[in-house]
């Protein structure tokens, strides 16, 4: 991972990577970034966060998981980066990695 100003990744996961026939090669525990509640409201991404927790548990049981990684917009990010900072290089890296 990249360093980032100010948010951490998860330490329990693995990056997705590509494979160099183009092809993706998730992990067992992969770590994918969300941003809560911007536009929807942190109950839906909560509930979203527990439906596909469970989907994953009931499909994989105890083999994979997800390592939910959060990074922030909108108001989000204005409140931690500061003011008209909606869309921080953070979130745009963790995105891209």
Do not use: C
């Not at 360093?3 to 990056?15: E, F, M, N």
């Not at 409201?41 to 596909?52: L, N, W, Y």
Request: charged share 25%.
């Amino acid at each position: 991972f990249m360093a980032y100003k100010l948010i951490t990744p998860p330490t329990h996961g693995d990056q997705i990577t590509v494979n160099s026939d183009g092809s993706i090669s998730v992990p067992n525990k992969p770590i994918i970034p969300r941003i809560v509640g911007d536009g929807i409201g942190p109950d839906i991404s909560r509930a979203m966060e527990f439906v596909v927790n469970a989907a994953v548990k009931k499909v994989f049981g105890d083999k994979k998981s997800i390592a939910w990684f959060d990074v922030y917009a909108g108001d989000a990010s204005v409140a931690k980066y500061g003011q008209d900072v909606w869309l921080p290089d953070d979130t745009i890296e963790a995105i891209k990695e």
